[in-house]
């Protein structure tokens, strides 16, 4: 065989190694129910239950806060990230979670939230002033 | 609706609006004009007369926009909206400069300005390949003046202008108001984590790195266009070492940036913007190399086109991922979407067409080599290893690409959850592969070696590298994982054959010690990376609080945070850590943490430094964004940020109406003492001294039957010791009680009662809360050799520069 033709062929091995190892390392977007069944690691989106507590105490736990969440199908969940509270939690809009459910609670290893940043606001700040 | 608005400044915009249509205009007259001087249209070189006035027109206008730009934003004319939505009054100078590039159009403008600066050089070096080469640039050049327009072309919107007004950008009712300006007090100001240094030179130099990509890619295209097929690539590869080198640059400030500013604890997250510029980057090194390769051997000419060409329709591919929004949830810092996705898909779909239909209507007269490459000799290898390189490509294309091929397919996979072991189990074997043929390449010579001398050589290396790997192994602390010692021993063995031939070149042959160097410096890069990524180590693990067992802790809770109390020492590590206190400058809050190493025998502190973790505190937003601080020793960083702070507005209540001092304390808890006893509270000893009967209490005198007693106390907290006296008063029928107050302990003691049946008497200890005092939430990492990983990215891009001077030169003799 020419050598040509094993390199050729070790790249189309590894090529497919690779897609492969996409396929499988990939998550899936899914629900709290999808989380349940699936009992794997997954990436679960929605909004935050403003009318639950949230805890986050660093005086007793400086890395424990818990929140509920409404997923995007309206199922409310606990939430427990093992980490600080993020300042600004409340004010996010959407929460994407990774992580797993935990009996009825759902671990999350990251949070990443959207927040109506200030940097792209589409509102303009006025000065108060008295009207002229 | 002819409403004259006060106070705007409208004659900047519409200055700079004139040079992006100037810009546009001249860089498409410049594109057609060099093009008709290629193609020999007239043989009188009047088309490259009119084209080089094109472009000197093009590179004013491209000053012309950058200056009415900065203008804009150095002047707070907040009229416009990118000063509004990128600047603040309270900004310096030298973040202005960055406040500059923060928004889409300032990075293309950035953009466009290098390719100017590089076209300027090429209209003066390229000689007899000025006209092709320069079309092509130029074409890239109307491209990223299209991205500047702003104007609408058959009721679709082309490109996104800098210059456009606050009130035109946006809809409010404010802006019906003849003043509006007046009510628009400040901008929104630049985001804090940019607020950096190296965001001042990070952007420029990564954009100057973009921009001098499309040079090799224009030569090739070039090349294959006049059917100079050969003599492209002796002229680009200084370019290419001048891309490589540059770009390479400007990705490492970026991930400094990230390990200063950022506080996710790292320098590479494999995050897809700093994916999609390590790509190019990679493949452009493979292009030097196969360049090289058939520079000297006439071997790999195919590889070495098709690589040039991919290196840049892949920054295009970058900047569509980055810009077009396409990413959405799939990383925390892309541009915000200015809906120019079909405008950049575009700007690749017509690069990507040229590379392949050049290619397509040239193949058959492509110069391919017709015999195999031998085994033993460089060239050979020199191919493999931009195999490999482009591989390690494929596999980070690929995890990176799945938000393009949700879209493409309509399907909806998520990125792996665990995206940095994901991408660390594949590129660990990749930089294994590599490091090992650029170790032992070194050794081969072109067309071919000899294969004794050749084993020889490897095998001193080999032996050398192998007894350096067990030691730092050893050192290091790596040894129990056979990924990171192959990784080790790959690496040194390439750090030991090139120094080898670093060594010769010293000697004499001084051509050869740009490459040594580089390579050099990328085995320290890896072996740097490696180290501190694999043994970093978080020092502030947290021992208090709810414990569920280690098990748990360990799977669940990493418990990587932990509180600090103002003055309350605690042990990590080795150190002794306390917090002392805030300060405020500006809108940023530093936090000063003091380290001290104490040794545990003689009790002296043998050193000591504080640290400044910062925190920008937005009362207003109720958020606050955390920059690390870091002590740099030679091998090893102590990286600290806080995660959680009390927000300064909370901690300042007034005093009002009904509000007791009690309130502040916690309930009290109430002990009965005679002298001598003692008492333990939270963090001192309270010893009841003695009572003293003849306690005299202040502008209350005592009258025949008064009682009046004190408590002499002696409260001892960590050294200092403090005495106080409450006293109990019996007035008449009435008794009262004169508490004392400990500010700094946060202690009031109140002597409230005298039983005399069990000769006791009651003493009533409050504690304020311990949420009162101040804290901060922080986590502390050591990243132990994190220096190798810089020291070897500087290396690498010195090796880069004596290769860039060794390439010219050659190209002067020939």
Known sequence: MKKSSIIGLIIIAVSIGVIISVYADSSTYGDFNDAKASETECYVSGNLDLQKSMVYNPQVDANYFSFYMKDKGGKVCKVVFFGTKPQDFEKSENIVLTGKMVGDEFHASKMLMKCPSKYNKDQVEVKATSAT | MDTVFIGEQLLPGKLGQFFVVLSFGTALLATLAYYFDSIKDQNDGSWRKIARFAFALNFLAVIGIGSSLFYIIYNHLFEYHYAWAHSSRSLPVYYIISSFWEGQEGSFWLWTFWQSILGLVLLFRAKSWESPVMTVVMLSQVFLASMLLGVEI???????????????????????????????????????????????????????????????????????????????????????????????????????????????????????????????????????????????????????????????????????????????????????????????????????????????????????????????????????????????????????????????????????????????????????????????????????????????????????????????????????????????????????????????????????????????????????????????????????????????????????????????????????????GDSTSGPNTYYRVNYKVIDQKTGQTTEEFDLYPNAQQNAKMRQIIASPDTRHYLWKDIYTHVSSVPLKEEKEHEAHEGHTDEEDYGKPVVYQVKPGDSIRVRDAIIRVKSVNRQAKIQNIPLSKGDLSVALNLEVLAGKKTYQVEPAFLIKGNNSYDFGKTIDELGMKLRFTNILPKEDKLELSIYQKPKAEKNWIVMKAIMFPYINLFWAGAIIMTIGFLLSIFRRNKELKIN
């Not at chain 2, 494999?270 to 051997?297: G, R």
């Open chain 2, 154 to 580: 058959l009721g679709i919107r082309v490109g996104s202008s800098p210059f456009i007004l606050l009130r035109e950008a946006m809809d409010a009712p404010v802006f019906s108001r003849p003043d509006y300006l007046s009510l628009i007090a400040d901008g929104n100001g630049l985001n804090p984590l940019l607020q950096n240094y190296w965001m001042v030179i990070h952007p420029p130099t990564l954009f100057m790195g973009f921009a001098a990509m499309i040079i090799p890619f224009a030569f090739a295209i070039a090349g294959l266009w006049q059917k100079r097929y050969e003599d492209w690539i002796k002229v680009a590869l200084p370019w290419s070492l001048f891309a490589v080198m540059v770009l390479g640059a400007g990705i490492i400030m970026g991930s400094f940036w990230a390990y200063e500013a950022l506080n996710f604890g790292g320098f590479w997250a494999w995050d897809p913007v700093e994916n999609a510029s390590l790509i190019p980057w990679l493949t452009l090194i493979a292009a030097v190399h196969v360049m090289l390769a058939y520079k000297n051997s006439g071997q790999a000419y195919f590889t070495s086109v098709f690589l040039a060409l991919i290196s840049f329709v892949l920054v295009l591919y970058a900047s569509f991922l980055t810009r077009s929004g396409i990413l959405g949830e799939a990383s925390v810092h892309s541009f915000t979407d200015l809906g120019m996705f079909w405008q950049l898909y575009l700007y690749i779909a017509a690069f990507k067409l040229i590379a392949i239909g050049l290619i397509w209507a040239r193949w058959k007269s492509l110069p391919f080599s017709k015999k195999e490459e031998e085994t033993y000799s460089r060239e050979f290898w020199l191919f493999i290893g931009a195999v490999i390189l482009v591989l390690a490509c494929l596999q980070i294309l690929a995890t990176t690409s799945i938000p393009v091929f949700n879209r493409i397919f309509g399907t909806e996979i998520a990125p792996p959850t665990e995206v940095v072991a994901h991408y660390n189990k594949w590129q660990i074997n990749f930089a294994i592969i590599t490091a090992i043929i650029s170790g032992f390449t070194q050794y081969l010579k072109y067309k071919k070696s000899e294969p004794t001398q050749f084993y020889r050589q490897v095998l001193r290396a080999l032996l050398i590298s192998a007894i350096a790997t067990v030691l730092t192994g050893y050192v290091c602390g790596i040894y129990t994982n056979v990924g990171y010692m192959l990784l080790t021993f790959a690496a040194l063995f390439s750090v030991i054959a090139n120094m080898h031939i670093l060594y010769e070149a010293i000697k004499g042959k001084w051509k050869l010690a740009g490459s040594a160097l580089a390579h050099v410096g990328f085995g320290l890069l890896l072996i740097g990376a490696m180290v501190a990524a694999a043994t970093n180590k978080v020092i502030s693990i947290n021992t208090s609080g709810i414990g569920f067992g280690d098990a748990f802790a360990k799977d669940n809770n990493p418990r990587e945070n932990i509180i600090l109390y103002e003055n309350e020492p605690v042990t990590m590590d080795q150190y002794t850590v306390t917090y002392l």
